[in-house]
């Protein structure tokens, strides 16, 4: 039995992040130790309407944390739990900007994805947390400041709180990422929130979700109604997969403006959006694309932003950590900025496990957010940056792919050359994060 205080850690931010964390350090039956509170600006934890793939390294967090099961009920049929055991579709590549679309690759790897609603992983990131973890709604963090009793936390709804560990996972504009950026620095609040501004990637996204009924109905060969698809074509391409057990495709047409990619989004970066406004976008892709782009339910309109790379995701202190959006936003090109965050969130709480299993007289938190930052700092930021060069992939944008423009058919060594760029760019997706997470702890 412990004599000492529990360490208090401050969850800022519910989302898949924040969730996950909550989800894996309550595994590690650490309550002796230590108190979990989650703060969150919302009423209420929600997720878009919309679909997140899920890669093998995610996945296999998801099980260590004894979720595989709830999360397998929701797979849509003909996609199985990744196991690395055989080599599965990951997603189909078509170049698609020509009445009569051509194949680029079946990209095949130990594992796949596989797809789900963002609402279920929530729910079952929920039904999984205990109630000693406690959940405040209505918490919007202004910002912190360190103190000698701890960080306090001063929200928006007038309340102030103080912790000894604060975890930022409040997204892609992350007021904890703001305070941390300011530190050592005589910024005014104006000049914070600009620092820490997410910059433009200078793509603008579609998304919706469309009655899978429907698609079958006009087009029943359509791909993505059974698999990932990627919809190639010149400075734009579309993402479309099956979900909520095959009742819906998850759709999302990426629209890049070139030049455009590190300046700021000036007004609203989410706006609604209606089927006048995509109707003419892809007017000569093939017929699949067509059916995915008539059949739109209130589709939504997103400016894609990411966070500047940040060369450190903790304060001086040791005492604030980033995790997910808040450290490394970068989108959804790679499909897997939930992964990261879950990624983040799972390393996070096993060093926290080890620092207390150290048994030492503290627990000693600037250690726990050394080893977390040398671990995630460097392998999250060029992941973020790969994710952008996969928009320069899908759309021709590279050097070489230059004249593939709408109706030119890309001749067989550049198929293969860009089929053998996307494979490389995603191998990492099925490492398993066994080893790196025990070299993590190794450095304790
Ligand atoms: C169009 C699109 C498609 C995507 N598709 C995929 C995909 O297929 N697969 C995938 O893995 N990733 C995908 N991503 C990326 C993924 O959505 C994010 O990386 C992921 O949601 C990050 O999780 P997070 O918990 O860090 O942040 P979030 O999910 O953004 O959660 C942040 C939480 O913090 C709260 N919050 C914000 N500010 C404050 C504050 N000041 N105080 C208190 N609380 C606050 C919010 O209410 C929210 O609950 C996609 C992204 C986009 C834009």
Same mark, same amino acid.
């Given at each position: 039995m ?13 989302g ?28 209420k ?5 919309a ?7 995610g996945w296999? &967090? ?10 397998e ?5 003909g996609?199985?739990?990744?196991t690395?055991d055989?080599?599965r ?10 009445s ?51 960080? $306090? ?7 102030t ?11 892609l ?12 620095? !005589? ?9 820490? $501004?997410?910059?433009w ?9 469309? /009655? ?33 057990q095959?009742e ?8 890049? !403006?070139?030049?455009?990619e590190g ?14 406004d &995509?109707?003419?976008l ?10 995915? *782009? ?6 939504s309109?997103w ?8 060369? $450190? ?6 005492? *604030?950590?980033?995790?997910? /959006?808040?450290?490394h ?16 969130a799972f390393?996070l709480? !096993? ?8 048994q030492?007289?503290?627990i ?14 460097p ?17 021709f ?41 025990? $070299?993590?702890?190794?450095l304790?």
């Open positions: 412990s004599t000492s205080p529990k360490l208090r850690i401050a969850v800022v931010g519910g898949i992040g924040g969730l996950a964390f909550a989800v894996a350090i309550s595994k590690l039956n650490l309550e002796e130790f230590i108190t979990v509170d989650i703060y969150d600006a919302s009423t934890l929600s997720q878009v309407g679909g997140i793939a899920f890669f093998p390294r296999e &967090i998801m099980k260590h944390m004894g979720l595989e099961e709830d999360l009920a929701k797979l849509p049929p996609q199985e739990k990744p690395l055989k080599e579709l990951y997603y189909q590549t078509r170049k698609s900007n020509q009569v679309g051509t194949h680029i690759s079946d990209l095949k790897l130990p594992g796949g994805s596989v797809t789900l609603h963002r609402a279920d992983v929530q729910t079952i990131l929920l039904k999984h947390l205990p109630t000693a973890i406690r959940c405040h709604l209505s918490h919007r963090l202004k910002g912190y400041v360190e103190t000698n009793e701890g960080i $306090r936390l001063n929200f928006e709804n007038g309340r709180v103080l912790c000894d560990l604060m975890i930022g996972a409040d997204g504009h992350s007021a904890t990422r703001k305070t941390l950026l300011s530190e050592g620095k !005589n910024w005014t609040e104006q000049e914070a929130i600009q620092q820490s $501004r997410p910059l990637t200078g793509v603008h996204v579609y998304r919706y979700v469309a /009655d899978a009924a429907l698609i079958r109905q006009v087009c029943p060969e359509n791909r993505a109604l059974s698999k990932v698809m990627l919809y190639c074509g010149k400075n734009k391409h579309i993402v479309a997969f099956p979900m909520r095959g819906l495709v998850n759709i999302v047409l990426c629209i890049s !403006n070139p030049g455009q300046t700021y989004v000036d007004g609203p970066t989410v706006t609604e959006a209606t089927q006048d &995509i109707a003419d892809f007017e000569g892709w093939e017929e699949d694309v067509q059916v995915l *782009v008539k059949n739109t339910l209130k589709p309109r400016a894609i932003q990411y966070v500047k790379p940040l060369d $450190r995701y903790v304060s001086q202190s040791g005492r *604030v950590i980033l995790l997910g /959006d808040a450290a936003a970068t989108g959804p090109f790679f499909a897997n900025g939930g992964g990261l965050a879950i990624e983040d390393f709480a !096993n060093i926290i496990g080890k620092a207390i299993k150290a030492e007289s503290t000693d938190v600037p250690k726990i957010a050394r080893i977390y930052n040398e671990v995630r700092q392998f999250c930021n060029s992941k973020a940056a790969g994710s952008l060069e996969l928009v320069r992939h899908y759309q944008l590279e050097p070489g792919f230059e004249e593939y423009g709408d109706g030119v058919d890309l001749p067989a060594e550049k198929v293969s050359e860009l089929a053998k760029l996307l494979a490389e760019s995603v191998a990492w997706t099925v490492d398993s994060v066994k080893l790196d997470l025990e $070299r993590a702890l190794a304790w």
